[in-house]
């Protein structure tokens, strides 16, 4: 079982950028593929980043490659997604999952966080 809480979210300028974190417990983190998945008003929830067990691969989404990054410290049992020139349509609740492979669907992910809100005025 892994609980899964996410934090950093807020508002922000167009242009700006912000770092969102996942804290997950349970003493199982190391072995789960982590991933960062979005859901714009209005959308269904979308694919951001995905990041290895390991920590060694990553997988992004086009648009959002060069702008994020996904990154995750194992020892402190977090995952975090730094957000760069972030637009007005990167608006959206993100929320962190966990699953026992890297994916770019949401079907993989067996637990999920919340959400925290990210709001990008221009």
């Known amino acids: 079982q892994v609980q899964l809480v996410e934090s950093g979210g807020g508002l922000v300028q167009a242009g700006g950028s912000l770092r969102l974190s996942c804290a997950a417990s349970?003493?199982?983190?190391?072995?789960?593929?982590m991933g960062w998945f979005r859901q714009r008003p209005g959308k269904e929830r979308e694919f951001v980043a995905s990041?290895?067990?390991?920590?060694?691969?990553?997988l992004y989404e086009a648009s959002m490659k060069g702008r994020f990054t996904i990154s995750r410290g194992n020892a402190k049992n977090t995952v975090s997604l730094q957000m760069n020139s972030l637009k007005p349509e990167d608006t959206a609740i993100y929320y962190c999952a966990a699953g026992a492979t890297m994916a770019t669907t949401t079907t993989p992910y067996n637990y999920w966080g919340q959400g925290t809100a990210v709001t990008v005025s221009s």
């Open positions: 349970g003493r199982t983190f190391t072995t789960y593929a």
């Open positions: 990041i290895s067990a390991s920590g060694v691969n990553t």
